[in-house]
């Protein structure tokens, strides 16, 4: 009966915690979905691929500089965590200080400058065409200078979630989400008296739902009755400690994450050298993909918070039994998704192009996609649980093995030498994950992750 009732306590936990984190990142992806369908129905095919192609590389710029900006926050996530659940809630304010200020300065400016400062050459080294960056310049600047009230709003949310709050950042974002929809539907198409801008509006209309985010953030942690809060008249110094922290945990998801982009990058641009049409399609399924790391996402964040707090507290084997939790739930929906993706891929792929080539393709890839689902659901969650107990040197090796050696060599094999086009492509991610998978459950069965502290 007592396990029982612990079992329940413990599913409890979870997912009060990844329950709205699932429900955020799930129509965060919706309305991104929304907003890749009304851009691919916002002028002829030429435009509409073109437009498509300008967000892809425009993400590319821009989840280099989130995955940076992650790094640091997988440190200000396990520390505010590890902090609660040693009862040391009066050094949570120092760490969200230094994880917003170090963000700023180092990680926004460099990204900001490539974004403004570069343009046409960084689109070009990303891989865009001459009609993409014809096109898509003025989005690539605008969504670069957003993402300065991104990654602030990134580091709050990530301290935010470190201490349990995950109902927060759940309504700002949809909220900044829903506001984003309609400003794009309002400057892409030119209702209500604005001008037709295309694929710029819809850079305008995100940026401008970041800074919304941003302003209700800073009404969130200026409030001393939250746990997460910072008293502007506190004068700011670094805590040698708290670097230390941030470099042991930050450095190693640093290098995973440059490792992840480069490995990403060079994947892409082996996509885009077939062609405008087969990148429009790559983006559309990889748009499609982002829906299904909504769960792994979810629940990696909850078994990080989850067995941080447990190792805080000196009891590691609570948190063992969180992360194990964790991937039983994530691994229901996963499969559950799979089975979307693999029978109605034809139809999702439809809602973003009427171009019948891309439609057909994107479903060839989306059964491949299905497949997928397992494994990269299984190895976030616990890779989000080793995160959370501040073994980020475990994860960094996955990535490297994972991305830059097995993807890149079979997605080179299979696309240009055996030329199997995207679906290739497709087959080395699905490879890649299912190796990455393997590498994170060895690591996570050795047990030596509960033994890792911080200062």
């Known amino acids: 009966m007592e396990s029982s009732l612990n079992k329940r306590h413990i599913r409890d936990e979870i997912v009060k915690i990844a329950g709205p984190v699932f429900l955020e990142l799930l129509m965060g992806t919706l309305f991104g979905m929304v907003d890749m369908m009304m851009l691919g129905r916002s002028g002829d095919d030429a435009t509409t691929a073109a437009s498509i192609?300008?967000?892809?590389?425009t993400n590319q710029l821009i989840f280099l500089g989130l995955s940076l900006v992650q790094s640091l926050n997988v440190g200000g996530t396990t520390m505010v965590a590890r902090y609660i659940g040693a009862k040391?809630?009066?050094?949570?304010?120092?760490?969200?200080?230094?994880?917003?200020?170090?963000?700023?300065?180092?990680?926004?400016?460099?990204?900001?400058?490539?974004?403004?400062?570069?343009?046409?050459?960084?689109?070009?080294?990303?891989?865009?065409?001459q009609d993409t960056i014809q096109i898509g310049s003025g989005y690539f600047r605008v969504v670069s200078l957003g993402f300065i009230f991104q990654s602030f709003n990134f580091a709050i949310f990530a301290a935010l979630r470190g201490a349990g709050d995950t109902k927060t950042p759940m309504k700002i974002n949809i909220f900044a989400n829903l506001l984003n929809v309609f400003g794009n539907a309002v400057l892409i198409y030119g209702l209500l008296g604005f001008p037709r801008l295309?694929?710029?509006?819809?850079?305008?209309?995100?940026?401008?739902?970041?800074?919304?985010?941003?302003?209700?953030?800073?009404?969130?942690?200026?409030?001393?009755?939250?746990?997460?809060?910072?008293?502007?008249?506190?004068?700011?110094?670094?805590?040698?400690?708290?670097?230390?922290?941030?470099v042991k945990i930050g450095l190693p998801a640093s290098l995973e994450q440059i490792a992840m982009r480069i490995g990403i990058l060079t994947f892409t641009r082996i996509v885009a050298s077939l062609g405008t049409?087969?990148?429009?399609?790559?983006?559309?399924?990889?748009?499609?993909?982002?829906?299904?790391?909504?769960?792994?996402?979810a629940f990696g964040i909850s078994a990080s918070t989850l067995a941080g707090?447990?190792?805080?507290?000196?009891?590691?084997?609570?948190?063992?039994?969180?992360?194990?939790?964790?991937?039983?739930?994530?691994?229901?929906?996963?499969a559950l998704m799979g089975l979307v993706f693999f029978f109605f891929g034809n139809f999702l792929a439809s809602l973003y192009t009427s171009n019948k080539e891309v439609v057909f393709e994107a479903a060839r890839v989306l059964k491949l996609v299905a497949f997928i689902q397992p494994f990269q659901c299984s190895q976030l969650i616990i890779a989000g649980g080793l995160r959370g107990a501040g073994d980020t040197v475990w994860t960094l090796v996955s990535t490297f093995i994972g991305i830059l050696v097995i993807r890149l060599i079979l997605a080179y094999t299979f696309v240009v030498k055996m030329g199997m086009g995207l679906s290739g492509a497709w087959l080395a991610v699905l490879i890649d994950q299912s190796i990455r998978w393997v590498l994170i459950l060895i690591r996570f069965r050795t047990g030596k992750w509960k033994y890792i502290t911080i200062r």
């Open 88 to 129: 040391r809630e009066d050094r949570i304010e120092s760490v969200v200080k230094h994880v917003i200020i170090l963000t700023q300065l180092l990680l926004v400016l460099p990204i900001v400058y490539i974004g403004v400062g570069m343009t046409g050459s960084a689109m070009k080294f990303f891989g865009a065409q």
């Open 53 to 57: 192609a300008a967000v892809g590389v």
């Open 198 to 246: 295309g694929v710029l509006g819809a850079g305008i209309s995100t940026s401008l739902s970041y800074v919304v985010a941003s302003i209700l953030l800073i009404r969130v942690i200026l409030n001393e009755k939250n746990i997460v809060h910072i008293k502007i008249k506190n004068k700011f110094k670094f805590d040698k400690d708290i670097i230390y922290n941030l």
């Open 277 to 297: 049409a087969a990148y429009a399609t790559h983006q559309i399924c990889i748009n499609i993909l982002n829906l299904s790391f909504t769960p792994g996402q």
């Open 309 to 334: 707090r447990s190792l805080g507290a000196e009891e590691p084997n609570k948190a063992e039994q969180y992360i194990k939790s964790c991937g039983k739930i994530g691994a229901v929906i996963a």
